[in-house]
């Protein structure tokens, strides 16, 4: 077969699998990638709120590493280990495939959880902390990969939103059992153990459910493995058929093939890849300080006001139960509005609703004003991740995604060190006037200097 006709068969699987209705096969791949995200952000978030039982137990009392202490040494060794996973092994998934790389980092991140969960010494639990943060980090980067290959691309934005939506979920979950075990000592031991535990167990019994997900056919097909991808690509097809009982619609016309070719790290730096690369960066170390820098801190704030901290994992629990209604409202638009609008005005919305956070002194205006809060954060999130999985070629998709994020890892490890010396310093305005500031970067960032993508193949966003 010559290189002409192998370019006509992986443009014929592109323009086949973004032709295909949105039936419940589709949606059943979402929510199998989605469910073990939901476990990935159940052990992310739980960062924030099992540290006040770390506290109570001495173990970050008088921790100091480097210049970070306290508890910042620990939300300083989670996105440390994000970081080391997003810029490190970002590329593996390119190199092996997204379905194998999903699995493994699924079973790494919750295998250290679950010994971080029996530490007793400061170091033990830093450590096993930063190792599971690795897995998460791949983790993230894959499902983001794996997702925009994976769906047809008039619903891309919603798929990112349902993802989310499930993804999120997770956040109230562990709001509520915080609320309930740190304070506590169950069976002899700290009840944060337990709501870590809780996390690992939950990501292996996902591990089960998730085996029927199939490989990326646009990975198979860049990688020349053309048989496979169709394989996987017609059996996608005769799912589809069966759900809606009727034909397909034809394929689309002038479908784009990418090159057959192995990608590589300078390639991102290459137009017009370059310029997407460095606006991405600025966008991912700004959009940190102020989704994390309230994300990973909201008992913290609201203890910050006075509020008792019992009380204040009650109220950052019913501020936790708006994280999946912020993408949920999205379906509705999602793929309506252009992306890098929806990322921009949910910037803003983070910048203003932060504010008037920091000017609140009663309890229900701190309630409404971090449920405003959290549901902007959340529709920035489903918005960049869908935003940044768009911009480059399948060849280099995971490692540039990788890269990029790993700017927002970076810039959370030394968030969490500037958000704790801006409480001392100034209090909890000081540091909502540092997040509007870094959302004023991220409305440019991507204002000016993002291209569009809205209902477009992948394939004619990025052109070799």
């Known amino acids: 077969m010559t290189e002409g006709q192998h370019e006509e068969m992986r443009a014929a699987i592109t323009a086949r699998l ?19 995200g ?7 978030f739980f960062t924030g709120y099992v540290v006040p039982g770390l506290v109570r137990e001495g173990l970050l009392a008088h921790v100091r590493v480097g210049i970070f202490t306290g508890p910042a040494a620990f939300v300083a060794a989670t996105f440390g280990g994000l970081f080391l996973g997003t810029i490190g092994f970002g590329f593996v998934a390119d190199r092996f495939g997204r379905r194998p790389i999903f699995t493994v980092s699924l079973l790494w991140y919750s295998l250290c959880t679950a010994i971080m ?12 902390r930063l190792v599971a943060g690795i897995g998460i980090g791949i983790e993230l980067v894959t499902i983001d990969t794996y997702l925009a290959e994976l769906v047809p691309k008039d619903m ?32 002899g031991a700290g009840g944060w153990r337990v709501v870590v535990l809780i996390g690992a167990l ?4 996902v591990w089960l459910l998730r085996r029927g997900l199939p490989e990326s056919p646009r990975w198979l097909a860049g990688c020349g493995r053309l048989a496979e991808a169709e394989r ?35 390639e991102i730096w290459r137009p017009p890849y370059r310029a997407r690369t460095i606006m991405l960066m600025v966008f991912q170390f700004f959009q940190t300080i102020g989704y994390y820098g309230f994300a990973s801190w ?13 009380n204040s994992l009650l109220y950052a629990f019913v501020i936790a139960l708006a994280n999946p209604f912020g ?97 001392n310093l100034g209090g909890v305005a000081s540091v909502f006037v540092f997040i509007a500031g870094a959302m004023a970067v991220v409305m440019i960032a991507i204002g000016v200097f993002g291209p569009a993508t809205g209902g477009r193949q992948l394939e004619a966003i990025s052109p070799d």
Request: charged share 15%; glycine share 6%.
């Open 117 to 128: 969960a029996f530490q007793h010494t400061p170091a033990g639990l830093l450590f096993w």
């Open 18 to 36: 973004d032709r295909l209705p949105a039936t419940k096969t589709v949606w059943r791949l979402v929510a199998l990638l989605s469910i073990g």
């Open 327 to 423: 993408p949920a409202i999205a379906l509705s638009f999602a793929d309506r509005i252009e992306r890098k609008w929806l990322i921009v005005l949910a910037a803003f919305g983070i910048a203003a609703a932060g504010l008037a956070f920091a000017a609140q002194r009663s309890i229900p205006g701190l309630v409404v004003c971090g449920v405003v809060l959290t549901l902007a954060n959340n529709i920035l999130s489903f918005s960049f991740h869908a935003y940044q999985s768009e911009l480059y070629p399948t060849r280099v998709r995971a490692r540039a995604i990788g890269f990029v994020y790993s700017w927002s890892r970076l810039s959370a490890v030394f968030v969490s060190f500037l958000i704790a010396a801006l409480l």
């Open 202 to 205: 939950g990501a292996v019994v």
């Open 156 to 187: 891309r934005g919603r798929a990112f939103a349902f993802n989310q939506v499930v993804q999120f979920s997770a956040v109230p979950v562990v709001a509520l059992l915080s609320w309930q075990l740190v304070p506590r000592t169950v069976f």
């Open 38 to 44: 939901m476990f990935e952000f159940y052990d992310l």
């Open 298 to 310: 909201v008992p913290t704030l609201i203890a910050e006001q006075g509020i008792h901290i019992g």
């Open 232 to 266: 996987i690509t017609a059996a996608l097809e005769a799912r589809v058929i069966a759900d809606r009982g009727a034909a397909l619609p034809p394929p689309l016309r002038d479908a784009i093939a990418e090159v057959a070719a192995s990608g590589h790290f300078a």
